[in-house]
């Protein structure tokens, strides 16, 4: 079946501008995550929802920072004002319930803030 | 909070040969512990995991150890081929669904033909 899609693949932008990405979790997966993965590093949490409401956002950097979830399903990351240091991978990853231990995780969207 | 490190960052391997990455994590609550492999240009991709109740697992040509006590976790290719060339990443999580994955730097595995 279908997995995890984020669009876009890649997106670059100017330093204080606004992006929104995208992600559609695997059809049926009530958990949804998302991280962000700098050059050389592991990924690194942002925030996680169960259905539409965010369950942990301790992960978002600061205020420029919002993800959405309205219909339980496909969730959009907004960053604000980006700044040089957001550019990274933005991850996404999808889990059967919250209960259910194995993530699913999206080809990720690049983002380049120049 | 969780803090998982992983060694070696790099690891080269003649084709057929075994490769071994290595973990520990912190937080003694932790109790599952995935494996990921992440291809160039590509997202992570779940290729094994263990629970904290099992002491290994085993997956054909992959396996995972656990050492709850001395809080580290490895992973065993056999017969590695060149295709098992990328970048593995280990994980911890206390309580899944309530708490995020941790993950360490990362293993660049290159596998030699």
């Known amino acids: 079946g279908a997995g995890v899609s984020q669009t876009p693949s890649n997106k670059v932008t100017e330093k204080g501008k606004y992006v929104e990405l995208r992600c559609d979790p695997i059809?049926?997966?009530?958990?949804l995550y998302w991280y962000r993965q700098s050059l050389g590093q592991g990924p690194e949490f942002l925030i996680y929802f169960q259905g539409t409401g965010a369950a942990d956002d301790s992960g978002l950097p600061n205020d420029r920072f919002f993800a959405v979830r309205p219909e339980g399903s496909v969730s959009t990351l907004k960053i604000q004002r980006t700044e040089r240091g957001d550019s990274a991978v933005y991850l996404c990853?999808?889990?059967?319930?919250?209960?259910?231990?194995?993530?699913?995780f999206g080809p990720g969207t690049r983002l380049t803030v120049t | 909070g969780e803090n998982v490190e992983q060694h070696p960052s790099t690891l080269s391997v003649q084709e057929g040969d075994s490769a071994v990455i290595k973990c520990t994590y912190s937080d003694s609550a932790s109790n599952y512990f995935p494996w990921y492999k992440q291809e160039l240009g590509k997202g992570p991709q779940l290729i094994i995991d263990?629970?904290?109740?099992?002491g290994e697992k085993k997956d054909q040509r992959i396996a995972v150890t656990l050492n709850k006590t001395a809080k580290h976790f490895s992973l065993h290719i056999t017969e590695t081929q060149p295709e098992d060339s990328a970048v593995y990443f280990c994980?911890?999580?206390?309580?899944?669904?309530?708490?995020?994955?941790?993950f360490g730097k990362g293993t660049r595995l290159s596998v030699i033909a």
């Open positions: 994980a911890a999580e206390v309580n899944p669904g309530n708490t995020p994955l941790v």
């Open positions: 263990i629970r904290s109740n099992v």
């Open positions: 990853a999808s889990s059967q319930t919250s209960a259910s231990y194995e993530q699913y």
């Open positions: 059809s049926g997966h009530t958990a």
